[in-house]
């Protein structure tokens, strides 16, 4: 199958209300090019350098948004590309984001990234946590957060994955209730190629699919 035709099957399957990414990371600037010209209207990337070539190509066709581990020192340029950043999972970074948009004039909207799966090895702040961060980002004025996003424990099993996305949109809900200022939680982004049936039924409105789109990464 090509790009494109993975692209319309992936839309024609996508429940009213679902905003697909398509996950972008090692892929060429001309793929990712492909896929917008097949109806992909959000790039996902994971690298900021990756980002700056590809956008270079690409700029205006597609919004952009960040879903990596995003570095301190990559903020800077970072904010003038991205228009999200999915993956805020300190203050720390949280507070350079919007030093860095503040330089710039530009108010980005962020998720913060929860490690539901409560893996070692995994970004994201522990669900206990969301809330506290939740409050402290709502006091930065060049930030507005958005919702959560996950990556959640990879696995064989699709429905292995079901408990972990109820569990997020239990606590999305939950956030959903605390009010905050500058904050409105509307997007819970959540599922990729192997999991992108399930998470929509357990309430994602945001999917990153990589591989269906790409094929296998090499
Ligand atoms: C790579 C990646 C995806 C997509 O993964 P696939 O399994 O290739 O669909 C989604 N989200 C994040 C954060 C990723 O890094």
Redesign the pocket.
């Known amino acids: 199958m090509t790009i494109k035709q993975n692209v319309s099957q992936i839309l024609s399957e996508l429940p009213e209300g679902v905003q697909l990414v398509a996950?972008a990371?090692t892929r060429k600037p001309e793929e990712i090019l492909e896929a917008i010209e097949a109806g992909i209207k959000i790039v996902?990337e994971?690298y900021v350098q990756e980002a700056e070539r590809a956008y270079e190509l690409i700029a205006n066709k597609a919004k952009w948004h960040f879903?990596?581990h995003l570095q301190k020192n990559k903020v800077k340029k970072a904010v003038k590309i991205f228009d999200m950043i999915e993956t805020v999972d300190s203050f720390e970074l949280a507070n350079e984001i919007d030093k860095r948009c503040a330089q710039i004039g530009k108010v980005m909207p962020v998720l913060i990234e929860v490690n539901i799966g409560r893996e070692a090895q995994k970004s994201g702040v522990l669900p206990e946590n969301t809330e506290q961060l939740a409050k402290e980002i709502s006091a930065l004025p060049n930030i507005r957060l958005m919702g959560l996003m996950t990556?959640g424990p990879l696995s064989g099993d699709p429905e292995d994955s079901r408990p972990y996305f109820v569990a997020m949109k239990k606590l999305f809900e939950k956030m959903k209730k605390v009010e905050l200022p500058n904050t409105e939680m509307k997007y819970l982004s959540m599922g990729?190629?192997?999991s992108y049936k399930i998470a929509p039924e357990e309430g994602a409105n945001i999917i990153?699919?990589?591989?269906?789109i790409f094929g296998e990464?090499n």
Not at 208 to 212: V, W
């Open positions: 996950a990371k996902g994971n879903i990596g990556m990729m190629t192997n990153r699919i990589g591989t269906k990464r």
